[in-house]
């Protein structure tokens, strides 16, 4: 399981699940779970372009993304948010269905592209997606107190000169690039399970941001671990693995959250106090 | 109850200055040529019932809200623009937002500011004492997202402090309060005034809570403006002059009562429920 | 009229079931669609589709008929989500993206031991993308009755229906059993994307259920006059896009035909980005008509400076 030819998805896994842990986090703070899942739509759009045209295809996935992105930021403003998600989300895909009516790809490729495929991730391809990821995490440093700040107290952060809008692009930009270099592996339709899955269930656990990312980044490892392991040893696809395995992830942690609640908060008692 | 008036002492710029603006949003003028300063270390009330243009002015003086007419002026001592903290009223955070309180005060040192920083001591110590200054040492590392809603008052005016700005800005914080609670704010953002030398302004529907610490007031009514101290303001025939009709102010147990009776001319109309204030 | 209409348009017997079967999917669809967006709750549409297509690769597996499978998964799905889900916005998109992300995953399953383990091929595409042009003309009287079904519960359940969906506290204290009515959106819901989802496939039930709604809800404020344009601009779009889809065989040399699914939701998007323009320059002008000041009633007396 981890010689030859696998050495490259232990490798793109550990990069993607780094990646999502952290960009995630800000996902699940910002409530942009939707973006989250529309915007590798337009990566598989790109991707089936880029073949359509024998372009490269990363650069297709982030091509298209980042354009989904852009188009959903800036019409967000003016629209509803979840209208124009809704919009470009099935623009991107009928746009990725027009792109594959034109082309020979064979339905293994299709599904490859939506739902992950272990070894999809070439030698060739490791530098730029590490690259890439390495890119997706300097600019999510450099955002750091304005995405906290902006993501929590919006009003406040106006107040004190942070343009929410132009964050707001900036890190759908980030999410774009972050699902470009993840797609490969983990597939277009479930990426965003990693972003969402895995920092849910940090933020439930952890209570101040530094931790949250970290558990975030350490419980999306294990998830990306555990699925390409059963995704090996079963054969089944690797986005089932991941779409199940973030799902549980978050129900236990919720889970034990709110047992744990319950069992400190003992059952109230009504107290008679002694009148003055 | 007499207002504090200003010590004495040499004239100095004022931090806040408003000198007759007014904001037209779609064809309203929600503003009329209002104009008043505010000084450092004086706790200045903006009063006026729902919709008569605080939380527009609120918005014009952070920069947030473009002028249609006139000019305001925020002035920091060493001359750099906008030192202004902001405690904006609703604030609705996730319960599980992993953020404890002392995390969101932190964030109010260069939370505006790219990059993120690594933890020091001074840092923290700094956090501590701003905690400490607004009596939240208790539930410092409670997560914002659970906090009652003066505890989250307190934590978001030591964000606001922390910054070290010389004008304090709430809008609406004892709103949704219950009294207690209101007087405890009212009596830490006095207390942050005088000995910090900040000037404060905060927006209210209520003068009564506000009564025992006023230095001056700002009393809007449909976007036009009276101020003073209380004694100036808060009487029958200023009212009726700002309103636009009669207007009976009674003083009851020290309390102020303002009773503005149903709008006499279809431009001013002001609903009786919204403009009688009861301590 | 040919360079409009290509030959054999009017004749073909798979053009007439796209047609109806595009045209009462469209009408269905924007009716809940209008609720739908006014709640703010696209995602939760476009998750039940997805969901809608899990049950449907399911049914393949098992070879029972697609049409059950859509719908039980429509169904499954949006009580999943409410399980899950929670009051606060941003804790109820999280609730529907894990529930999503868990039934995309099952869906690969299904599908991959489809391909593997029957002789089917493409059964990913023909889930997930649909066919307008390929579904069976058996299906039209299931999908008419139906849709007539949904339609005929959301009239009824209207005025209740707009109450919750606006002000649920007012709803509530005048009586309504807002649990009720929630439960009873969702059950139409799902059963009209699951409906949907079959008839026109995953995308464009998405598509037909938030586009045309959402167009028509910038253009009027009116609920009844929203949900009766919402219909119109449904159908109108569909049929063109039908119509685009079968032109487009004989377009140019060598031209593969476009996908009807990108013909149609080419237009919603357009149709909707359009609409935008025009309700921003008509709130310009609504603006400018204005007068921008009023008399002062009373003088005025500012007391000033410190």
Redesign the interface.
Known sequence: MFSGFMTNAWIVATMVAVVAGVVGLFVVLRGDAFPAHAIPNGAFAGAAGAALIGANELLGLGVFAVAAALTIGWLGRRGRHDVVTALALVMMLALGAAFLSHTTEYSQEIFSLLFGEVLGVSTTALAPVALLGAGCLIAVGALYRPLLLSSSLPDVAAARGVHNHLIEMAFLVILALATAMTVPVVGSLLIFSLMVGPPAAARVLASRPSRAITLSVAIALLTAWFSIASSYWSNWPIGFFVGVYSAAVYGVAKGGALLHARLRAPTPVLAVSAAA | MTARS?TEGPPVA?VLAVDHASV?L????VL????????AG?FTGLIGSNGAGKTTLLRAI?G?QRL?GGRIDVADGSGRH?A?G???QK?V??P?????AR??VE?GI????????LPSRARRARVDELLAAVGAQGFA?S??GRLSGGELQRI?IA??LIGQPRLL?LDEPLANLDLSSGQEVVELLHRIATEHQVAVLLSAHEINPLLPVLD?LVYLADG?????TVD??VRSD?LS????HHVDVLRVHGRVLVVVGPGS?D??KVAPHDAIEVG | MSWLFEPGFFSSAQVHTALIIGGVTAVVSASIGVFTVIRGQSFAGHALTDTAATGGSAAVLVSINPLVGFLAGAVLGAGAMEAVGVRHVRSRDLATGIVLGASIGLASLFLYLTTTTTATTGATQEILFGSIFVTAPSTVPVVIVFGVLAVLVVAAGFRPLLLTSIDPDLAAASGLRVGVVELAYMAALAFAVGLSSIAVGAILSTALLIGPAATALRLTKRIVAAVALAAGLGVATTWLGILVAYDSADWGAGHDTLPVSFCIVGLVFVLYLVSGLAFRVSEGARAARRSPSRPGAAPRMSSGSS
């Open positions: 200003l004022p037209v779609a064809g309203r003028r009329d040529e209002v104009s008043f300063t505010v000084a004086q952070l947030l249609s906008r202004i902001y405690v904006p604030v955070l996730d599980d937002l992993p953020m404890r995390d969101m964030l260069g939370g505006n500011r790219l990059g993120f920083s590392d997560r914002v978001l964000h606001a800005l001056r036009r403006a009276v101020t003073g100036e303001v200023v002059a700002l309103y636009g001319d431009g001013d």
